[in-house]
């Protein structure tokens, strides 16, 4: 086989496995933004280009008579961006402190993080919830931000130490020959610099509370306190009168203020995810 053919079958191979790939990734996106336009509110008859449009279904997602879609729009904003805010202000901390600093039980401490990334935050729903209701906790967004920020920091710790530590130490030895002190160094000098890592630990911080469902779930217990999962999945949870078509109309919105956030953060994930994976 010559090496032009050998060439022109791997293209084809590597062209025909990325159309399965976002044909995979398309098909149910596609179905969930036709049957947001679908008439009525069952999907047994929707389609993914559907015959008569409409918009009906967002506009009484809109209509506060109607749905609370608006005020759980807004409870799942407001529980990310503060979830987003404080994991990168911690995370910067920590992950700081690791890269900086030799001090006792270091590496273990590092390693504690790395286990808890295996356990799965389902598995410790029991713990959560006995927690939430002994701190007075239970059905507010403080604690379920507290539980979501303590869930970031392990994880993105290691990639915020990662990261650092690809940034050279000399800079901070510089900067302490000129009179600077370890916090004018941290926020000065080395936190401009991390502008990469930052934006994608803020980005990861805010899409898992945003799109969370089972901690949630647990913790908020009136309808006044859900978040858009949760509420969404109240729609369809219904024993008569499953609001499918609506659920599809909110799950579609759901995107807008993610696909925001990456587009704004696009251009450091590259150098963020690589440098933040190093071993050190």
Known sequence: MSIKKEKYIRLTITYLVIFIMFAIILYPLAWIIGSSFNPGQSLSGSSIIPKNATLAHYRELFDPGRSHYLHWYWNS??????????????????????????????????????????????????????????????????????????????????????????????????????????????????????????????????????????????????????????????????QFGAEFTNFAAGAVLIAIPISILFLSFQKYFVSGLTAGGTKG
Not at 77 to 82: D, G, H
Not at 159 to 186: C, N, Q, V
């Open 77 to 238: 904003l407001k529980v990310s961006i503060l979830t987003m805010v404080f994991t990168v202000i911690l995370v910067s901390l920590t992950g700081y402190s690791f890269s900086r600093y030799r001090f006792a039980g270091r590496r273990k401490s590092l390693m504690t993080f790395l286990v808890l990334q295996m356990v799965p935050n389902y598995a410790a729903l029991i713990a959560i919830f006995v927690l939430a209701f002994l701190t007075g906790l239970l059905d507010s967004h403080l604690g379920l931000i507290l539980v979501y920020v303590g869930g970031q920091i392990p994880i993105n710790t290691w990639l915020m130490k990662g990261y650092l530590d690809t940034i050279p130490r000399e800079l901070d030895e510089s900067a302490k020959i000129d009179g600077a002190g370890h916090f004018r160094i941290f926020l000065q000098i080395v936190m401009p610099l991390s502008s990469p890592i930052i934006a994608v630990v803020a980005l990861f911080s805010f899409i898992a509370p945003f799109a969370d469902f089972i901690i949630a779930s647990i913790l908020l217990r009136t309808e006044k306190n859900y978040t858009l999962a949760v509420g969404l999945y109240e729609m369809v949870a219904k």
